[in-house]
């Protein structure tokens, strides 16, 4: 596992976080349980499927309706990593899987911060994407990619001061100029609940689409 900064301040890649072993593992795990999202509740209006633990977020009533309980235990193995490395400051209490096939990206958005910790982790299976990264204020436009099996931390500026969001791209240009094939990715986002609800006269940032 290799610490890379980039250019967006409070960005940083770390290179093979699971082993392939572990990824197979990991999407094993989750294709046994079951998907939300394209019609099926608990967040049906989302475009693309997703699964929860932990914590039920309704994309739609923008809060937190549930507390599942502790994460389940395939997860188990890349907490103890993530405490270890000191990647969040207590531990997530909400893991979120995005599944996105070929077409299917997520809008730029922050993640509510009323809502969610101050260390936001996303870990990338199958296949590589580009992320990409716009200042808030200045608008400036960061593309950083994210190869499979690699985790992002997002604290500070990335957290807070920048959007962050996928294209739908079906071909995207990695760094070296190679020409790339998006595929199936499934991202495992791992944050802390620190309040249910944003309170009313705040954004939200959560993204449905
Ligand atoms: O797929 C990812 O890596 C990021 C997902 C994300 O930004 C989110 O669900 O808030
Ligand atoms: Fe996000």
């Not at 610490?3 to 593992?25: M, N, R, W």
């Not at 950083?144 to 240009?173: F, N, Q």
């Amino acid at each position: 596992m290799k610490a890379i900064g980039t250019s967006v301040p409070g960005l940083v890649l770390y290179e093979d976080f699971v082993t392939k072993q572990e990824e197979a593992a990991l999407i094993q795990a989750v294709n046994e349980q079951d998907w939300s999202g394209i019609g099926i509740g608990p967040n049906p209006e989302l475009k693309r499927r997703t699964q929860q633990y932990g914590h039920l977020f309704s994309y739609r009533f923008r809060k937190v309706l549930e507390e599942y309980g502790p994460l389940p235990s395939f997860v188990d193995d890349l907490v103890v990593r993530i405490m270890n490395h000191q990647l969040m400051p207590h531990r997530p209490n909400h893991l979120l899987v995005n599944e996105y096939n070929q077409g299917q990206g997520i809008m730029p958005h922050t993640d509510a911060p009323a809502l969610f910790g101050p260390s936001i982790l996303s870990l990338s299976l199958l296949t590589p994407c580009l992320m990409k990264f716009i200042h808030v204020e200045t608008k400036e436009e960061t593309d950083i990619y994210l190869p499979a099996r690699s985790l992002i931390t997002m604290t500070g500026d990335a957290r807070y001061l920048y959007k962050h969001g996928i294209s739908k791209d079906l071909e995207e240009v990695a760094p070296d100029g190679t020409h790339f094939e998006r595929g199936k990715r499934i991202s495992f986002t791992f944050r802390e609940i620190i309040a249910w609800e944003v309170p009313s006269d705040q954004a939200c940032g959560c993204q449905k689409s």
